[in-house]
């Protein structure tokens, strides 16, 4: 099994930063792609941004030039900073990786989540 355990989220002002981290563990054999999606109160959950095993990044345009995703395969985590923090940005921001699993001589590839966690950004 896969579990996901994200941190970093909190309570900071229009134009500051932070720095969300998300560490998976289980039985993973391989982890083909990470990112990060987030979700407003009473709207669709939507792509933040995606990283590759390759290391290709996928930005939302709402976030492009204030947001890095990254990643440490050695520690199987992936991370998001975001500058220039803006009051559209609040929202629960889930951690999401498609990891290939093998019990036995089951092999599976499928997509994980994370709890969520919350980021709201003051005015």
């Known amino acids: 099994q896969v579990q996901l355990v994200e941190s970093g989220g909190g309570l900071v002002q229009a134009g500051g930063s932070l720095r969300l981290s998300c560490a998976a563990s289980?039985?993973?054999?391989?982890?083909?792609?990470m990112g990060w999606y987030r979700q407003a109160p009473g709207k669709q959950r939507e792509l933040v941004a995606t990283?590759?095993?390759?290391?290709?990044?996928i930005y939302a345009d709402s976030v492009k030039g204030r947001a890095t995703i990254s990643r440490d395969n050695a520690k199987n985590t992936v991370y998001l900073q975001m500058n220039s923090l803006k009051p559209e940005d609040t929202a629960v921001y889930y951690c999401?990786?498609?990891?290939?699993?093998?019990?036995?001589?089951?092999?599976?590839?499928?997509?994980?989540w994370g709890q969520g966690t919350q980021v709201t950004v003051s005015s």
């Open positions: 990283i590759t095993s390759g290391r290709s990044t």
């Open positions: 999401n990786i498609r990891a290939t699993t093998a019990q036995g001589t089951s092999v599976m590839t499928r997509d994980y």
């Open positions: 289980g039985s993973i054999f391989s982890i083909n792609a």
